[in-house]
């Protein structure tokens, strides 16, 4: 690669969500990666302060996964689903089986989350059809959820600049507001709320017939409105409401599972079960594609039967479970499980939040923390009492100067995300506080 071209050659790919002329100007391309750090190709090195996107559990170059994967290459690239499966997928299934949340017990695999977050709300309809409930079929997820870019994820999801280039989307999809308790959508405060924005939920179903609703469809942390952590009891109040009118509680997952809230999941974090788990991102570390569903034994079972019965999921992929991805996956979990990081995520979750505490609070622009374990936003305002946003945003610039000091970071306007690789320790946290604090103080 000759590095004068590297800006030219960059105008033959669409990235994700940028201007590319924007992009194009200085390039961030990416070419080593190795632990909590990555290298590009004029030889800076940064923090990956966000795993990549949530993504890199494990860690770059991490060697027990990356041999798996060499040793099943030599064995094994590709099985087909329609007719067979492979060891790697049954292990993969097996160890999941121990680590998800209870009830959980069947595993239905991908390559990526839109195809799982898709492919719950496909499971969910199947499901109510052929239970005696074929006029469900609605779907309600929340605005500011991001649940993936094929229709029914898109559709599902609730942020307008990543739908309205695409109206019309699927009918039947609905909304409701998020848990964003810093600035209450009803005007509340917790308790004295009562949770109006679950119990709102209710009032959905009922408007709509619950007759018609399939499924309920949710992050446990909303990631993209600025890591909404849930009150206590809303997803408790949630999981009532969906017992109450046979509707399916779909957890999307995919950001907040293997680890990264300081448990496995978010389910068990918060202690609240879903009826269907979509897993993605760490659950491979990025080592290969991967994702998946986890479905509760109920709704498994109506998915088995005799031929005749034509009860099989409607529903498959050609790369499903691919025994190159699944060698990953297990390598990837057993890295999780064997070296605790999930432990780690938790104990450095709290060491982060405590340093951002004593160093960035006093720069006087965080109006509150969220999040849990390794994932942590500070929603930034100019004026803490009246919550008044900063104008013009703050975030893009805070961000640039913290990629010049070497510093990866979640970008929004008006909060800056952490979520670093669970095997992080608290030197190089320090370290990531350290440029933090100084990128701040030059963008101020
Ligand atoms: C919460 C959530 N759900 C679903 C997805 C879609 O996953 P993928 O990009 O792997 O299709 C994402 C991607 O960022 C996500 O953050």
């Known amino acids: 690669m000759e590095k004068e071209n590297l800006p030219e050659q960059t105008k033959r790919l669409l990235l994700a969500y940028m201007q590319m002329s924007d992009f194009v100007k200085d390039p961030l391309i990416i070419k080593k990666g190795e632990g909590v750090r990555i290298e590009d190709v004029n030889g800076k090195t940064y923090i990956d302060g966000l795993s990549g996107i949530f993504v890199v559990n494990v860690g770059h170059g991490n060697q027990a996964v990356i041999g798996a994967m060499k040793a099943q290459l030599d064995e094994l690239a590709f099985a087909p689903v329609l007719y067979a499966t492979n060891p790697k997928a049954l292990e993969l299934s097996q160890l999941l089986s121990t680590i998800v949340p209870d009830g959980l017990t069947s595993f239905k695999l991908f390559c990526g989350g839109s195809e799982a977050t898709e492919a719950a709300i496909k499971l969910s309809r199947q499901y109510h059809r052929q239970t005696g409930n074929p006029l469900k079929y609605k779907v309600i997820g929340r605005y500011g959820g991001f649940h993936g870019v094929t229709m029914g994820a898109v559709s599902a999801t609730g942020i307008p600049i990543r739908k309205v280039p695409f109206v019309p989307l699927l009918e039947g999809f609905l909304h409701i507001a998020p848990p964003y308790c810093y600035r209450c959508p009803y005007e509340k405060e917790f308790p004295g709320c009562n949770l109006t924005c679950a119990q709102i939920l209710e009032d959905m179903i009922q408007w709509e017939g619950p007759e018609t609703v399939a499924c309920f469809i949710a992050e446990p942390i909303m990631n993209m409105p600025g890591m909404l952590t849930p009150p206590p009891g809303y997803l408790e109040r949630l999981r009532q409401i969906c017992d109450r009118h046979q509707v399916t509680l779909i957890y999307d997952e995919i950001v907040t599972g293997f680890g990264r809230t300081g448990s496995m999941f978010a389910a068990q974090t918060y202690g609240v079960s879903p009826d269907i788990l979509c897993m993605g991102k760490g659950m491979s570390s990025g080592y290969a594609p991967l994702a998946g569903i986890a479905i509760q034994e109920e709704i498994a079972k109506a998915f088995w039967g005799p031929a005749e019965a034509k009860v099989e999921f409607s529903h498959a992929h050609t790369y499903e479970g691919n025994p190159l991805s699944c060698a990953a996956g297990l390598a990837n979990l057993r890295e999780i499980l064997g070296r605790k990081l999930v432990e780690n995520s938790k104990a450095m979750g709290e060491y982060l939040r ?24 500070l929603e930034l305002v100019k004026d803490k009492k009246t919550r008044e946003r900063f104008d013009p945003p703050l975030g893009r610039k805070i961000a640039s100067a913290a990629r010049k000091n070497g510093l990866i970071l979640r970008i929004d306007p008006h909060w800056i995300g952490l979520a670093p690789p669970l095997i992080i320790c608290s030197s190089e946290i320090d370290e990531i506080v350290d440029i933090l604090e100084r990128s701040i103080r030059e963008v101020l």
Request: glycine share 16%.
């Open 354 to 377: 405590k340093k951002l505490q004593d160093r960035i609070f006093p720069l006087g622009l965080v109006g509150d923390m969220r999040g849990s374990g390794l994932m942590v936003a």
